[in-house]
């Protein structure tokens, strides 16, 4: 197949924007990138797709998802963090059962896939909305998925118990660690190697040590990664310090039971000293900026400039629906970019060509696929977007990075790509019934929502006649 007259961001090493540019791909590999006339020439009798007036991408790289948040969208708006979490989400995730699962996981993806995200991770799958729905999911849309299981062992957040989980959320390690480890011997490496499967600790106070221990053992000697929340919040770190055999810092506990790798992800890190910069830099674990979900839940701002001149790799990540109220990694972009110019008073940070490589090449090196996926370079896995920048609200534009990152939206992607698999086409799903995901999950999100109790709580709060 051959992607034409399109202009192309590459991603390659040195960067290189093509104008003109035709993308051939052979199976699922990208096999050539030239000029248009060039490639038409060269493979005369290739199918043809002419992508003319649009901006090529790699697949975007969602590094922090909740994909059974995606049923609980507009449910929590406008909340501080213990009563958005305790009194809202935990409630009804704590009322979902499996088929509630796999409907909001097939939402998720829809979404994710008709906005331009082509892999995700998952980052804290509880058991009982069913890790087989959510794998079946991955592989029936034909999105790449690296599905992070819930770990845990203590039913809290932080040191405060106050903040006390639902009691339908509470896993102990049959569940959540050997249950993990059951799923990765099951369902990693399948689908094409499109599902790989992590271990998602919660957040610390919700992982005793030993468990942490434990796991962290068995992520090094299978060579499984990680994923967690961490330093989201201030009493992150009032239970950091308080820790038995502390004081520690956010990074100084992960160090002492073995979380900090170059196949850790850890989420949000808002709360951090310069001494956890540079532990983080040391040790290459990489970071999920969320930065709609920290702005709406007033969680603070992450350090990005400062992570970045530590030289510490850091992703970009939607978070939950309830956070975030969309999975447009378009729009978090816009965000990200502009976020930390306002809180430095610096408008030459974060620029759009490092939130677009947060958003590709970065964040595929967090998940360890930097080899495969992130660039579109010959040898790749062919995980592409196109993004129609004929509109009136994209003209005009100079500089199509900028385009992307500070004027494209999801609704601007017509024809997505996964691994040589076309997916999105002209704006519409190829490989999913659009019409009966959104049925399942209206269905479904009001069922948990009366199962919950919350009936009364959650909807307009102006009076509607």
């Keep these: 197949m051959l992607l034409t007259n399109a202009t192309i961001l590459t991603l390659s090493p040195t960067r290189t924007i093509l104008t003109n540019g035709a993308l051939r791909t052979t199976?699922?590999?990208?096999?050539?990138?030239?000029?248009?006339?060039?490639?038409?020439?060269?493979y005369p009798d290739d199918e043809i797709i002419d992508l003319t007036g649009h901006i090529l991408i790699p697949g975007l790289i969602s590094t922090h998802m909740h994909t059974a948040q995606t049923l609980l969208r507009g449910c929590a708006d406008d909340l501080e963090l213990v009563s958005w979490l305790c009194e809202r989400i935990w409630v009804l995730q704590g009322n979902f059962t499996a088929r509630d699962g796999y409907a909001?996981?097939?939402?998720?993806?829809?979404?994710?896939?008709?906005?331009?995200?082509?892999?995700?991770?998952?980052?804290?799958?509880?058991?009982?909305?069913?890790?087989?729905?959510?794998?079946?999911?991955?592989?029936?849309?034909?999105?790449?998925?690296?599905l992070g299981k819930i770990v845990m062992d203590t039913g809290r957040y932080a040191k405060d118990d106050a903040w006390a989980m639902h009691p339908g959320l509470i896993e102990d390690r049959e569940t959540s660690l050997v249950g993990t480890m059951k799923m990765w011997e099951k369902w990693n490496g399948k689908a094409g190697d499109r599902i790989r499967v992590w271990f998602g600790a919660r957040t610390p106070g919700g992982v005793s040590p030993a468990l942490y221990k434990e796991m962290t053992a068995l992520s090094t000697k299978h060579n499984i990664p990680i994923t967690m929340h961490c330093a989201e919040v201030s009493a992150d770190r009032d239970f950091f310090a308080s820790a038995p055999g502390g004081p520690y810092?956010?990074?100084?506990?992960?160090?002492?039971?073995?979380?900090?790798?170059?196949?850790?992800?850890?989420?949000?890190?808002?709360?951090?000293?310069?001494?956890?910069?540079?532990?983080?830099?040391?040790?290459?674990?990489?970071?999920?900026?969320?930065?709609?979900?920290n702005a709406k839940l007033a969680s603070g701002t992450c350090r990005v400039?400062?992570?970045?001149?530590?030289?510490?790799?850091?992703?970009?990540?939607?978070?939950?629906?309830?956070?975030?109220?969309?999975?447009?990694?378009?729009?978090?972009?816009?965000?990200?970019?502009?976020?930390?110019?306002?809180?430095?008073?610096?408008?030459?940070?974060?620029?759009?060509?490092?939130?677009?490589?947060?958003?590709?090449?970065?964040?595929?090196?967090?998940?360890?696929?930097?080899?495969s996926i992130g660039s579109l370079e010959v040898g790749k896995k062919a995980d592409i977007v196109a993004i129609d920048a004929r509109g009136v609200e994209m003209q005009p534009w100079f500089n199509p990075v900028s385009a992307v990152v500070y004027t494209a939206t999801g609704r601007d992607v017509r024809f997505v790509m996964v691994d040589g698999k076309v997916v999105v086409k002209d704006g519409e799903l190829v490989t999913m019934d659009e019409g009966e995901v959104v049925r399942e999950a209206q269905r479904r999100s009001?069922?948990?929502?009366?199962?919950?109790?919350?009936?009364?709580?959650?909807?307009?709060?102006?009076?509607?006649?």
């Design 27 to 42: 199976s699922n590999y990208i096999t050539d990138i030239d000029k248009t006339a060039t490639l038409l020439t060269k």
């Design 104 to 146: 909001a996981a097939r939402l998720s993806i829809a979404e994710m896939l008709k906005s331009g995200t082509t892999c995700f991770l998952e980052s804290m799958f509880a058991d009982r909305y069913g890790f087989d729905g959510l794998c079946r999911a991955v592989e029936e849309s034909g999105i790449r998925g690296c």
């Design 249 to 293: 810092t956010p990074m100084t506990y992960c160090d002492s039971v073995g979380l900090l790798s170059s196949s850790t992800v850890l989420v949000h890190m808002v709360h951090l000293d310069d001494g956890d910069i540079s532990l983080l830099a040391k040790s290459g674990t990489h970071v999920a900026h969320c930065p709609t979900s």
């Design 305 to 371: 400039p400062d992570l970045q001149r530590a030289g510490v790799n850091i992703g970009l990540g939607t978070d939950g629906a309830p956070c975030n109220n969309t999975c447009d990694m378009l729009q978090e972009m816009k965000l990200a970019g502009i976020i930390h110019k306002g809180v430095s008073g610096d408008p030459t940070v974060v620029s759009a060509e490092e939130v677009l490589e947060m958003a590709t090449i970065n964040g595929a090196k967090a998940l360890g696929l930097q080899d």
């Design 446 to 465: 009001r069922e948990v929502v009366e199962r919950a109790g919350l009936g009364g709580k959650v909807g307009a709060r102006w009076p509607v006649v």
